[in-house]
């Protein structure tokens, strides 16, 4: 049966995507190259990888989007049931790489949980809203249950551990009630106890006080806990207005750590120049303009609310990431959506496209 309702998805958040993803493999090779060819012999290891992922992640989206939003709305609660049992057996079972245990293996498959449960809480959330709207207003009833939920999640993303993550997740719920119409005080309220949250994991591990300092003033330690920091501004630094042309950037010789991951962006600005950092952050405002138009427009109150919360997904991560990398922002891993190596970060990050490309098939005209 056709829906009549139903109309083309929007073309620009898919070109913006589609434009995203193919620099992000580019950069990911050229990123990558030589210290793949050092340490593993094939200077294509990460761009096969990362080729591939683009493959599962476009077929995620192509899935997503020819998914009802219903769909979304009736299974929103066991997609969060299972996303934190998959957090609770990453603690458990999980594999751990860089001092810490974020992915788990199931039938010879490793993923992120972390990554999923970015989309689940977007999900949730807006539907426990949508069930609650009249109560957005108070405390109790209104923000309660999503805050119990929210601390949950970001307590087993803390014991991982992963700070970065944790606050990506806890910030986008936080924007998420913010577009809901949630009460100044209460958000008010919240960013306190937030920050005072945030203080406390800084406290509890000695290496993020560290990156603190660091932060302050990288030079005090140029060759510890500073030494991302004042890599990734060299190669930004070096970029000039036009680069030094893709391929040619020095910083990827093994100086800057992270650098096909958490730190592409600094590369990316290095080989072309400031003219193409500034173009990744205009196709993201576009991204972030067409995703907030998805949402004014969308055929509800719940799939507005998720056509909003992904956008604010997205985007704060990209936020993040860019403030990290520029020296905005302390050090914390997380990857810039698209661009980013990453198998678990990019094909839930696709599924989240393919979720607001869904949406936007039935949108109301403007």
């Known amino acids: 049966m056709i829906d009549k309702n139903r109309h083309a998805p929007d073309f620009i958040i898919f070109f913006v995507t589609f434009i995203l993803l193919s620099i992000g493999i580019i950069m990911v090779f050229s990123s990558s190259a030589y210290s793949t060819l050092l340490s593993h012999g094939d200077q294509y290891f990460y761009l096969k990888r990362q080729i591939f992922n683009a493959f599962i992640g476009f077929i995620a989206l192509v899935f997503a989007m020819n998914t009802h ?100 997740v806890a910030g986008t719920v936080y924007l998420l009630l913010a577009v809901a119409g949630a009460k100044m005080l209460h958000l008010g309220l919240l960013a306190v106890g937030g920050l005072l949250a945030v203080v406390a994991a800084i406290i509890a591990e000695p290496y993020r006080l560290r990156r603190i ?31 030094m042309g893709l391929g040619n950037g020095r910083q990827k010789l093994l100086y800057i750590p992270e650098r096909h991951t958490d730190f592409i962006y600094a590369i990316l600005g290095e080989e072309l120049g400031f003219i193409g950092a500034v173009l990744i952050l205009i196709l993201f405002v576009i991204f972030v303009w067409r995703g907030f138009r998805i949402a004014v427009t969308a055929p509800d109150y719940f799939t507005s609310l998720v056509a909003a919360g992904v956008t604010i997904m997205i985007s704060f991560q990209a936020l993040m990431n860019i403030g990290v990398v520029t020296g905005s922002l302390p050090v914390t891993g997380i990857t810039l959506p698209f661009i980013s190596y990453g198998g678990s970060s990019l094909v839930f990050t696709m599924t989240g496209v393919g979720i607001l490309l869904g949406i936007s098939r039935y949108t109301k005209s403007t």
């Open 69 to 168: 939003y219903r769909v979304l709305y009736k299974f929103a609660t066991p997609i969060l049931l299972i996303t934190l049992v998959l957090l609770v057996l990453t603690l458990l079972i999980g594999k751990v790489s860089g001092g810490a245990g974020r992915w788990i293996g199931i039938g010879g498959i490793v993923f992120q949980p972390s990554e999923i449960v970015k989309l689940a809480m977007v999900i949730f959330v807006a539907k426990s809203l949508s069930l609650n709207q009249k109560y957005l207003k108070y405390f109790g009833k209104g923000l309660l249950p999503q805050l119990v939920i929210l601390g949950i999640v970001c307590a087993l993303i803390l014991a991982q551990p992963d700070l970065g993550t944790a606050v990506a």
């Open 213 to 243: 300092m660091a932060f302050i003033n990288p030079y005090e330690d140029p060759i510890g806990a500073g030494f991302q920091t004042i890599q990734s501004l060299l190669a930004l630094g070096s970029g000039g207005l036009f680069g």
